[in-house]
T-cell receptor, first 111, second 110 residues
Framework: ELKVEQNPLFLSMQEGKNYTIYCNYS?????LYWYRQDPGKSLESLFVLLSNGAVKQEGRLMASLDTKARLSTLHITAAVHDLSATYFC???????????FGKGTSLLVTP | NAGVTQTPKFRILKIGQSMTLQCTQDMNHNYMYWYRQDPGMGLKLIYY???????DKGEVPNGYNVSRSTTEDFPLRLELAAPSQTSVYFC?????????FGQGTRLTVV
């Protein structure tokens, strides 16, 4: 059974601090996706990581992929309140291009 | 750009009633999906379609049906609604790697 595990599931951090969210998965997929969801809203694509060693950055967020370790990280640099949201990682299923999601990391950035 | 449009946004159903959640996309994507999201959980795949006329079951298909008569539309049908179907439903479409999600339908079955 394909598993996607994120940790932590809840994260409260102060503005200006750095932190990393981890995503472990059990498939041999070489593609991994990060999404953001604001409360009561839809999912917004953040990053699509397509190969081993891929690194992508946008603003204060940087995502990386290690397919050998089956691990992706989402690093937050100098957090700001606007980053408060739930972050999901996901990997491909064998069903079209459907995704298998982790449970999500609920991030709260406080002053 | 409309993207993926879902209707309705909210709905309350009584146990045993049926309804159809509508989903349409204007990006000419071949792949479409229905997911459900329960509190504290990720999204679970209900059904998916790789093109018009082709549908297949996902992880949690029981109690649902779909059809895909056109590229644009992928409705999800609930027959005999049950409390366990209380959830937020997301429709999505993709060309290949990147999926685009609708705004969701919040369904409560009482």
């Amino acid at each position: 059974e394909l598993k996607v595990e994120q940790n932590p599931l809840f994260l409260s951090m102060q503005e200006g601090k750095n932190y990393t969210i981890y995503c472990n998965y059990s498939t041999t997929s070489d593609r991994l996706y990060w999404y953001r969801q604001d409360p009561g809203k839809s999912l917004e694509s953040l990053f699509v990581l397509l190969s081993n060693g891929a690194v992508k950055q946008e603003g204060r967020l940087m995502a990386s992929l290690d397919t050998k370790a089956r691990l992706s990280t989402l690093h937050i640099t100098a957090a700001v309140h606007d980053l408060s949201a739930t972050y999901f990682c996901a990997v491909d299923m064998d069903s079209g291009y459907a995704l298998n999601f982790g449970k999500g990391t609920s991030l709260l950035v406080t002053p | 750009n409309a993207g993926v449009t879902q209707t309705p946004k909210f709905r309350i159903l009584k146990i045993g009633q049926s309804m159809t959640l509508q989903c349409t996309q204007d990006m000419n994507h071949n792949y479409m999906y229905w997911y459900r999201q329960d509190p504290g959980m990720g999204l679970k795949l209900i059904y998916y379609s790789v093109g018009a006329g082709i549908t297949d079951k996902g992880e949690v298909p029981n109690g649902y049906n779909v059809s895909r008569s056109t590229t644009e539309d992928f409705p999800l049908r609930l027959e005999l609604a049950a409390p366990s179907q209380t959830s937020v439903y997301f429709c999505a479409s993709s060309l290949e790697k990147k999926a685009f999600f609708g705004q969701g339908t919040r369904l409560t079955v009482v």
